[in-house]
């Protein structure tokens, strides 16, 4: 079993910064790719970033140049960093990881996520 935390997330003003953090946990024997979506109220979940193992990168089109997607592989933690904040970014945001773990049955891969970290960017 794997879980997938978030942390990071809570109230910015326009132009300001967040970081946030999601550290996967578990009997994991590796990491795919790691990445971030976000819903806003009203709207479907859209990708906002994604980092492959190699570290390759993904932006959705309304972060580039303003968010950094990164990750540590020693401490199964995927970040993202946040500038230049709009009241548009306001939302709940997951993480997401495909990772290869160990369980009684043996070895299994899953597309795990968390349970939501919320952004709110408002003066």
């Known amino acids: 079993q794997v879980q997938l935390v978030e942390s990071g997330g809570g109230l910015a003003q326009p132009g300001g910064s967040l970081r946030l953090s999601c550290k996967a946990s578990?009997?994991?024997?590796?990491?795919?790719?790691m990445g971030w979506h976000r819903q806003a109220p009203g709207k479907q979940r859209e990708l906002v970033a994604v980092i492959t193992s190699g570290e390759s990168t993904n932006y959705g089109d309304s972060v580039k140049g303003r968010f950094t997607i990164s990750r540590d592989n020693a401490k199964n933690t995927v970040y993202l960093q946040m500038n230049s904040l709009k009241p548009e970014d306001t939302a709940v945001y997951y993480c997401n990881a495909n990772v290869l773990f160990g369980q009684a049955t043996g070895v299994a891969r899953a597309n795990a996520w968390g349970q939501g970290t919320l952004v709110t960017v408002s003066s």
């Open positions: 578990g009997n994991i024997f590796s990491i795919g790719t």
